[in-house]
Structure formats: C-alpha cells, structure tokens
C-alpha cells in the first residue's frame, strides 16, 4: 500500500514508507499476478486451528483461490505456501470471533478506511507539531485543537489523501511533552504507527463497542472511545499531565495523543493512542482483570475452552487460588502506588478502572507468543519483505538484542523494569513468574448514568457492595482491599 504525499516543496507534509511490490517472497509467484492470495508464506505453515490454512498438492480448494490464480501458481511448490482466511472464507467468522491474535487490516476489512484516515492524520498532525520550535506550557493548550482536511488534491498544509476526511488533534503540544516525558523518540514513535500503513484489529469489540487496534511492532495500541470518554480526558487532562509527570512509577494508562476523524457528517469517532504495557517478546499465559467486585466477574470453563487466551476476571482468580509472588518490599512499593494511582482517580471522580495483570512462566520461555508479530527479514535478493508470523503454536524466535528497543518507553519505572514487567521474587510452587501491571478503563466517571445503575442495582441485589457501580470512595476502597487481601502475596525480604 502506498501514499500519495505533496512534492518537497510542501513543508506540511510527511513521507512514510510504503510497501513496494518488490516485497515478493523469494520463490513465490509475483503478488500482482495473485488476486486472492494478499500474503504468502513459504517456510512457515499452520494448520486450521490458527489464521492461517495450509493448502498441499495435488490441487487447492477452488473455494478459495481462483482459477486464474490456480494457472498462476503451476509450476511452484504449492506444498508450502500458506494462505490467510479472509473475511469470505467460510471459516471467518469462527477463527475472528476466537481470535487471540490480533488479524492484519486488509483493504478488503471493513475498517481499512477508517483505519489509513487515522493513520494519515496521525502521520501529519505529529509531524507538524514536533517540527515546532518547543515553547512553555500554557493553560489554553489544555483545551487547543488543530483541524486538518484531507482530499484527492491535497492542500499547502495537507498532502492528497486516497479519502475524503477531517482530522482533529486534541491538545498537540501537550500530548508532545508528554510523549517526551515517557521517553518515546518522534521518530520511531511515527515508524512504529505510519511507517508500513499497518494495524492489527484484536478480535470483535467488548461490551463498550471499543475496536483495539496494534501498531505494526505492537508498541502502541489505538483504542476507540466513546463521545464522553473524550470529554471527560479532556477535562482531566491538566491533572492527569501533571501527575504522570511527577510520578514516575505510575500504574495509569499511559495516553499518547486524543484524535477525532470524520469520515462523514454522521460518522465521528474518537480514538486515543496508548503504550501497550503487555510485551512483544515473551508469552502471556494467564491474563486477570482485576475490579475488586465479585459480582459478574467470572469466565465460565466453557468459555475458557473456547477462547484459552481469555482475560480472566476476579473470581477465576479466587477460584484459581491465584497470587502475585514478590518480596515484602516490592509489595509494599506496589501497594504504595496502586494507592496513590486509585486515590488519584478517586479525587477526579473516576471509577470502574481494572488493574490488568498478564502473567508469564518464565520456565517456559520460548514457548507460545499470543500476538502475531511482523517481523522484517532478508530475502535472497537482499530486498527486505513483511512475514506474519502466526505463532500460537510456535516457539518465539525474537533477536534479544532488540528486546531492550520494545521496552525502551517502560523501563524508567521500578514496576516495568525486567523486560518491561516485575520478575517474581519468591516461586509459586517452583515455577518463576513474571507480571505485567497497569491500571486500564480509566475514563469512567461516576456520573448520572453510574448514579443510576448504582440505584438499579442495589434495588435487585442485596450485597449491594460486590456490584461494580459503586461510588469513586467505595470503588477505590474495596479495589484497594481486595488487591492487598486477595492478588498480592508477600514474600520473605
């Protein structure tokens, strides 16, 4: 895929990496002559439980490649070559639905022009603000914008778009020191989103409707947020600068930019872009969302059969007889923070937050990655191509020497330390973990329609205290006993 960006003459306007169509895969056919097969692979297979179906000789199924598409591959080793589902496939609608990958965004997916119009306005908006000469703070720049239009013909300010769209960049010079203060370079901040034009759609959205979506390195996600999702970061936004700049070991999302595009007159969505606290280059094997409330919160085994990459809630983790192992000290260090994030929270009315915890068993390094990863390798022509890597059921092979790359942003805290998580001080009956922490859903104010579900519910449950709607006192309360009583496990020092 490629974009059409203004001559040199234009200093609005920024130059990305398209995909060429030298990006063949060594003995395969040319890709322009290959209609249905958008990615091929010739060393690497998986079978029908993943994303991909391999297909082997004597013939294809004629379902899925045409028969133009049939002549072109004569003459190839066929045995090797694997062919993603698409959304006609017959077994789509299965393999999305129970996805534990995130799935690449053709221009065949629903979502593509959504997801190059945020692509292209991220390209632009970032790279106007930070060629700026950098300047103080102001309170109005809370509360600024800057616009873009995006057409066929392009503008001074704006290069030629495949799509007709407006932009909107909410705070830019704030989101920018912002960016600087987690440590993230420019540059490789706009190669990780725009460079190659790719995202990663994970599975169908949850009950809020939210699309993640996982830059091309998986560094970076793009969520989806609702109309008053926006304005509440926006009115919080000075506070929440603030006290991420003071508190460098914070458990909070870390927001890197609010956008708004429009595609039409009725379609407006606003999306933020977060650092992705989960790693690149080791397995997630269990993964809890922790709320502090009992009520609702369980994944039945059903489920778990179904999709065994499901986050997991707060009474799988009772059940499960679960703990977070780490010393005395390092529980203290976290229970100090998650007090002082939550009563931040609390102070600003907000409630419903989750404290995410991915878990890895570090003896089984090697084993499983739940994420595919793009990963760019050499040909035999010396001409680099994209290979997805489905690789659920394969060992991770990622060069260690990069791993300090992917967790570049992360490791100025004392909870992100160990490639990006906390390595377990004390072994859970002989086997070392390691955890990944954040605080998610951070944009939930406890406002008229909290107020009431909070009343419904009460009406019809009798343990009023368990339900999740709870005030922002309560919640942070209870979130804070059941961590300390229930999740964290002190150790000896």
Known sequence: MSITSHSDQDACSASTAPCSEDDSLGTTPPAASLKSLSLLSVQTTVDTDGAFESYSDPAFSHDDISSSDMQSLKGYDTASIALPISETHKNYILMYDTASIALPISETHKNYILMYDMLTGIRVSISRIEAKVPKQLENEDFASTSSFNFDFGGSECTPSSKHNFKFKDYAPWVFRYMRKAFGIDPAEYLV??????????????????????????????????????????????????????????????????????????????????????????????????????????????????????????????????????????????????????????????????????????????????????????ENTAGRKRSLLKRTVR?????????????????????????????ESEIYNDGHKEMYFVGIIDILTLYGKAKRFENFIKTMRKKRSKNISAISPERYQARFMEFLESRVLKKGAE
């Open 192 to 377: 990780s989103l725009t460079g190659k034009y790719v995202l990663s759609e994970l599975g169908s959205p949850g009950k809020s409707g939210a699309f993640f979506y996982y830059s091309a390195d998986y560094k970076y996600i793009i969520k989806t947020i609702h109309h008053r999702e926006h304005l509440l970061l926006r009115k919080v936004l000075k506070e929440y600068y603030g006290y991420m700049q003071q508190e460098n070991d914070t458990l909070l999302t870390k927001f890197l930019g609010l956008y708004r595009v429009e595609m039409s007159a009725l379609r407006k969505i606003h999306f933020v872009v977060m650092v992705n606290i989960l790693p690149v280059h080791k397995s997630i094997h269990e993964t809890y969302d922790i709320k502090g409330s009992t009520s609702g919160r369980f994944i039945r085994p059903a489920e778990i059969v179904r999709n065994p990459a499901s986050v997991l809630k707060d009474n799988n983790w009772i059940k499960n007889n679960r703990s977070v192992y780490l010393s005395e000290r390092t529980v203290r260090l976290l229970v100090d923070q998650l007090a002082k994030d939550s009563l931040f929270l609390c102070s600003l009315d907000i409630m419903d937050y989750s404290l995410l915890i991915a878990i890895h068993f570090c003896d089984k390094d090697g084993e499983i990655q739940e994420f595919t990863v793009i990963e760019e390798v």
């Open 394 to 422: 394969e060992p991770t092979r990622v060069n260690k020497e990069n791993t300090a790359d992917a967790c570049k942003e992360k490791t100025h805290s004392i909870f992100n330390s160990e490639d990006g998580g906390i």
